[in-house]
């Protein structure tokens, strides 16, 4: 499975935007960019995912580097309930979901 | 919120004893796989089950079993449960109408003496 790199921790403040960055060098093309967040002492929830174009919804938007080999995950006005790890994952975009979690990026929020 | 349920969602048990933990939705989804995370790691897949009677292996799926009768239930068994077993058990769910998202369950922590 193809693997990617986050910083282990990040801080910001309440109400500033935060970027999330990750790496995957080695993502393949039918590979899907997904974002999940673990807030603590509850199951991951779905953030994000897209495949070569920058998406946004409600939660977050993601930015897709143009040769796909990094993405940028960004919330555009944190809040305390923001705080929480954030795990950046390739899914092959066929079948069943076999997700791959890395240690993620522990964010932490400021009031 | 997805119809997710885990039981039970504490349990302590001795080295040795069988254990079996279930996942029951109400979504009717295709999809479902057991993970487990363990202190500072994330998630790590154990098996996932692609239909009625149709499972498959995860990355650490030794000293794992796993059934699925019926499509609301998947059940996850220790036949011998080990000390290294202790973790945070999640159940997760996806459509095959969208593959996009997983819906997990609010986890079931277990702790094998």
């Known amino acids: 499975d193809a693997k990617t790199t986050q910083p282990n921790s990040m801080e910001s403040n309440e109400e500033e935007p935060v970027h999330l960055p990750c790496n995957h060098s080695t993502i393949s093309g039918t590979d899907y960019i997904h974002w999940y967040r673990q807030l603590p002492s509850q199951g991951p929830e779905y953030v994000i995912h897209?495949?070569?174009s920058n998406v946004n919804n409600r939660m977050a938007s993601l930015a897709i580097a143009e040769d796909r080999k990094s993405s940028t995950l960004i919330l555009h006005r944190a809040t305390l309930r923001d705080a929480a790890v954030y795990y950046c994952?390739?899914?092959?975009?066929?079948?069943?979901?076999?997700?791959?979690f890395g240690q993620g990026t522990r964010l932490t929020i400021n009031p | 919120d997805a119809g997710i349920t885990q039981s039970p969602r504490h349990k302590v048990t001795e080295t040795g004893t069988p254990v079996t933990l279930r996942c029951h939705q109400t979504?009717?989804?295709?999809?479902m796989y057991w993970y487990r995370q363990d202190p500072g790691h994330g998630l790590r897949l154990i098996h996932y089950?692609?239909?009625?009677?149709?499972?498959d292996k995860g990355e650490v799926s030794d000293g794992y079993s796993v059934s699925r009768s019926k499509t609301e239930d998947f059940l996850l068994t220790l036949e011998s449960a080990t000390s290294s077993q202790t973790s945070v058990y999640f159940c997760a769910i996806s459509d095959q109408r969208d593959y996009n998202e997983q819906f997990f369950g609010p986890g079931t922590r277990l702790t094998v003496l």
């Open positions: 979504e009717n989804h295709r999809y």
């Open positions: 089950s692609y239909g009625v009677k149709d499972t």
């Open positions: 897209g495949l070569t």
């Open positions: 994952i390739l899914r092959d975009g066929q079948g069943a979901q076999k997700l791959v």
